[in-house]
């Protein structure tokens, strides 16, 4: 995809999940990897509904920023999935309200914080492994998503957000919903004897579509 098309195309998605209220304000970040290698990365303080594509920072394949403003306090997390995750082609961070609010809830487990509700989470996202609170922008979040040595493509910050890395920008997005889907069911029902998918089931998804599930 050439760049032009690819900023177009970021800010498109953005604005798309800006519109159906999954982030608000100027909270949340995007970015994609370009066919050179490079990064194009949503810029600091700016809102998902009113992305520029002029404006995107645009970072080398050596990783410094050669163009367009100042990018996302968050770059450590996004910069972490790229370095971990071969296949990883774009990064998307929210604050979609359903899921910090279920980050402010015990967790039953921490590394497998979603619970397998329906087949499409463990299919777009596997395992979520939630992390303890950061200062947003601390460094620190990247050396987290770092400890993980790839093996997560979503992670849930408590009290903040969820990130997610996908092979492209539209199927990052598309995880990302499944995950605040997911967490809303799983406020809508908590309390509730629920019958989420049992351990052979989960194990059946993960063989079908090739799940990493360690």
Same mark, same amino acid.
């Given at each position: 995809?050439? %760049?032009?098309?690819?900023?177009? %195309?970021?800010?498109?998605?953005?604005? #798309?999940?800006?519109?159906? +209220?999954?982030?608000? +304000?100027?909270? +949340?970040?995007?970015?994609?990897?370009?066919? #050179?290698?490079?990064?194009?990365?949503?810029?600091?303080?700016?809102?998902? !509904?009113?992305?520029?594509?002029?404006? =995107?920072?645009?970072?080398?394949?050596?990783?410094?920023?050669?163009?367009?403003?100042?990018?996302?306090? %968050?770059?450590?997390?996004?910069?972490?999935?790229? %370095?971990?995750?071969?296949?990883?082609?774009?990064?998307?961070?929210?604050?979609?309200?359903?899921? /910090?609010?279920?980050?402010?809830?015990?967790?039953?487990?921490?590394?497998?914080?979603?619970?397998? =509700?329906?087949?499409?989470?463990?299919?777009?996202?596997?395992?979520?492994?939630? =992390?303890?609170?950061?200062?947003?922008?601390?460094?620190?979040?990247?050396?987290? /998503?770092? +400890?993980?040595? !790839?093996?997560?493509?979503? /992670?849930?910050?408590?009290?903040?957000?969820?990130?997610?890395?996908?092979?492209?920008?539209?199927?990052?997005?598309?995880?990302?919903?499944?995950?605040?889907?997911?967490?809303?069911?799983?406020?809508?029902?908590?309390?509730?004897? /629920?019958?989420?998918?049992?351990?052979?089931?989960?194990?059946?998804?993960?063989?079908?579509? #090739?799940?990493?599930?360690?």
């Amino acid at each position: 995809m050439s %760049e032009a098309r690819l900023r177009e %195309e970021l800010c498109a998605i953005a604005a #798309d999940l800006f519109g159906r +209220g999954l982030t608000h +304000g100027s909270t +949340g970040n995007i970015s994609a990897r370009t066919e #050179d290698g490079g990064l194009l990365v949503s810029p600091t303080g700016s809102s998902f !509904g009113r992305l520029d594509p002029a404006r =995107l920072a645009r970072f080398d394949a050596d990783g410094r920023h050669v163009d367009g403003d100042a990018p996302t306090k %968050e770059m450590p997390l996004h910069a972490a999935f790229y %370095e971990t995750r071969a296949g990883a082609g774009a990064v998307v961070h929210l604050h979609s309200c359903h899921s /910090v609010a279920l980050s402010l809830l015990p967790a039953e487990d921490e590394g497998n914080w979603l619970p397998p =509700l329906t087949p499409y989470s463990v299919m777009q996202l596997g395992k979520v492994r939630l =992390l303890p609170y950061f200062l947003p922008g601390d460094p620190a979040m990247g050396d987290a /998503v770092r +400890g993980l040595a !790839g093996r997560r493509s979503a /992670v849930m910050l408590a009290n903040h957000g969820p990130v997610v890395a996908g092979k492209n920008a539209q199927s990052a997005a598309n995880a990302i919903e499944e995950l605040e889907a997911t967490a809303r069911l799983a406020l809508l029902t908590r309390g509730m004897p /629920v019958r989420a998918l049992d351990d052979a089931q989960v194990a059946q998804v993960v063989e079908r579509f #090739d799940v990493q599930w360690d």
